[in-house]
DNA sequence: ATTACTATGGACAAGATTGTCGATAGCATC
DNA sequence: GATGCTATCGACAATCTTGTCCATAGTAAT
């Protein structure tokens, strides 16, 4: 019965990479760095193991050594991503300051280049799409707060009340986040051109649209 | 050899459902629907063949039989999702004729309510994200000559480039898809609650930004 | 009734995917 | 060098998914 298997070394066999062993930190972060590529490529349902393991330089057993099931990676590299997200956009807003129009120009490219860089505009439709909360979004509170802020100390629409900021904001989230994944599509669709400098320009027209509003911001109907 | 299997019914069968036969194009559109469900819901590579036959009442052979293989199954849904989406589109929009404020907001709430009703918006947006070109689309094109004609031949900001116009197309296109899937997360994270009212008021207050702007429209610096 | 056509589903096959188990190999410490 | 710890991987198992094959069951025409 039963010792048949010997699992001694094949001398035929095609010349073994040597077995390279990480630091369990380092290959968790390897292994998240591979599944987040994925999770912006395909989503999080579009995740597997094979796939990450290979791209990760490991088997797919490793990684569920590091993570303990398939569940807990996507877990894991979602907060992570969810945190990336979270500090670009921050570092990405809290660069402008004061309230010009240079400023809001700057912001809305900044916050423009983080959602393109790194695919996280995709990872926040994918995760919305796919029904995982999304708590990167509470960041937007906060950007709500501080822009209203400023608005009230200085001259630009100072009358306004917080709901109009608010849906400022929100209307530059969404069209910002829309634009970074669909946005080469519709723009080239209606004959602006789908490169990099025509989402520019849109995005300066954005800032000048907005920045008029902000001026104009008399209290009008409901 | 081999004629072993012998496919006689069981007499202990648990009193099988009588096999209902539906019409070749029947079959095809129940099924289609139940995938159709299934592309808003978990997008296009959320399809199963168990599922959708299941949900079409069908088994999965049978799905095959009519459509010959997933592949071909996938590409029928999403031509027939792209069509629906492009006529719903087409009917919301040209409601809306003559250039009156009230017109704007009917066609805002009516292409908001396209996108939401059916989950168009979420299609477009996994379509976009799975890497399918989407042609509904190309409608967009003829929403801005539309627009920019009705522009001309008014008073409101006759001299502005068709840029402009197409740009306003494209703002309201980005904000209005990218509202109907994570609308209610960002309007209730702002503090604006992410009820249908909170969501109605904004496409209120985003009718009357656009309006202003299409009276302002002086053609500005770049 | 008989025949022809085909929509239907049960059983099976092949591959993909997740998860388990045990052996091995690299590294630190003694 | 010997020992212990554990990261790593090969092999296997279980399940899911797609696709094939073929017998069966409706339906219409003869």
């Known amino acids: 019965m039963a010792r048949a298997r010997k699992v001694r070394r094949d001398p035929a066999a095609p010349a073994k990479a040597p077995r390279r062993r990480r630091d369990a930190a380092v290959?968790?972060?390897d292994i998240l760095d591979a599944a987040a590529r994925r999770l912006v490529l395909s989503g999080s349902s579009g995740i597997r193991l094979q796939e990450v393991a290979a791209e990760a330089g490991v088997s797919h057993p490793t990684v569920l050594h590091h993570f303990g099931s398939r569940e807990l990676l996507v877990e894991a590299v979602i907060a992570r991503a969810l945190e990336g997200i979270h500090q670009s956009l921050v570092s990405a807003i809290q660069a402008a300051s004061a309230l010009e129009e240079r400023h809001l120009q700057a912001?809305?490219?900044?916050?423009?280049?983080a959602l393109g860089r790194g695919g996280h505009g995709r990872v926040i439709l994918w995760l919305a799409l796919e029904g995982h909360p999304i708590s990167a979004g509470a960041g937007l509170s906060s950007v709500v707060e501080a822009a209203h802020a400023v608005r009230k100390a200085s001259c630009?629409?100072?009358?306004?009340?917080?709901e109009d900021t608010a849906r400022v904001v929100v209307l530059a989230a969404l069209t910002l986040v829309a634009s970074s994944v669909l946005?080469?599509?519709?723009?080239s669709n209606v004959g602006l051109g789908g490169d990099e400098a025509a989402m520019a320009r849109f995005r300066?027209?954005?800032t000048r649209v907005l920045w008029t509003h902000l001026d104009d911001a008399a209290p009008a109907a409901p």
């Open 27 to 29: 290959a968790r972060a």
């Open 107 to 113: 912001m809305i490219d900044a916050v423009a280049d």
């Open 156 to 162: 630009k629409g100072a009358a306004a009340p917080r």
């Open 183 to 187: 946005g080469p599509t519709i723009f």
């Open 204 to 206: 300066g027209w954005l």
